[in-house]
Every structure is written in structure tokens, then in C-alpha cells.
Nanobody
Framework: QVKLVESGGGLVQAGGSLRLSCAAS????????MGWFRQAPGKERDFVAA????????ELADSVKGRFTISRDKTKNTVYLQMNSLKPEDTAIYYC?????????????????WGQGTQVTVSS
């Protein structure tokens, strides 16, 4: 099972930016679709962004379109989430996930592995 480790979370003011990273433990990372989810206190875990195994396709939740970008670097076994124009409602624990396909990650129907999460707090 691939191990995922997130980093890059922190405290930022509204309007600011953060870049989250998710490092994978295996070279087979390049065969997985990858995604980001978030969970705010008292709420369910929600889909944020996903990218296909080859980086050619990506999907974003409507709430983050135009502000967040997902990318991956196969040479570093790492997927990124660039978050711009952050809002207080973006405050959550952000989780990285690996799946067999873009669709299964987007729908979280067949997640192969989850990271431990990284806290993002946006102050108003």
C-alpha cells in the first residue's frame, strides 16, 4: 500500500496562498490518480481536486475553481495543491488520496490510500 505524507499546511490570512504537498512512498505513484479532500470540524470529508495518473486531466470542486490548482511531479513522486485567494471557509484538514482512476478518486469510491492530513487555517 502506498504511503502518503502531506505537508505545507498552516495559518494564513484571508486572501493569502498556501501550497500543499503530498509525497508518495512508491514509484508506482505514477500509475495512480491522486486527489485532495478536506474535512472541516463537524462536517463530512469533501472532494477538493483530483488529477489523472499522467497529469493530463484534472477536476476541481466548484467551490475552489479559479482559486486552487492541482499538479503532480512524477520525478518527485509528489502531488501539489496550490491554493490562492484563500477564504475562512477553506479552513479544514486537507487529506491526500490515491486511487485507480480519476473518476474513482473524484467519487471516493475506491481510494487505495489516504494521508494523515494537514491542517489549513484561514483567518478573516
Amino acid at each position: 500500500q502506498v504511503k502518503l505524507v502531506e505537508s505545507g499546511g498552516g495559518l494564513v490570512q484571508a486572501g493569502g496562498s498556501l501550497r500543499l504537498s503530498c509525497a508518495a512512498s512508491e514509484r508506482t505513484f505514477s500509475t495512480y490518480a491522486m486527489g485532495w479532500f478536506r474535512q472541516a470540524p463537524g462536517k463530512e470529508r469533501d472532494f477538493v481536486a483530483a488529477i489523472s495518473w499522467n497529469g493530463m486531466s484534472a477536476e476541481l470542486a466548484d467551490s475552489v475553481k479559479g482559486r486552487f490548482t492541482i499538479s503532480r511531479d512524477k520525478t518527485k513522486n509528489t502531488v501539489y495543491l496550490q491554493m490562492n485567494s484563500l477564504k475562512p471557509e477553506d479552513t479544514a484538514i486537507y487529506y491526500c488520496a490515491a486511487g485507480q482512476s480519476l473518476r474513482t478518486v473524484v467519487t471516493s469510491t475506491s481510494i487505495l490510500s489516504w494521508g494523515q492530513g494537514t491542517q489549513v487555517t484561514v483567518s478573516s
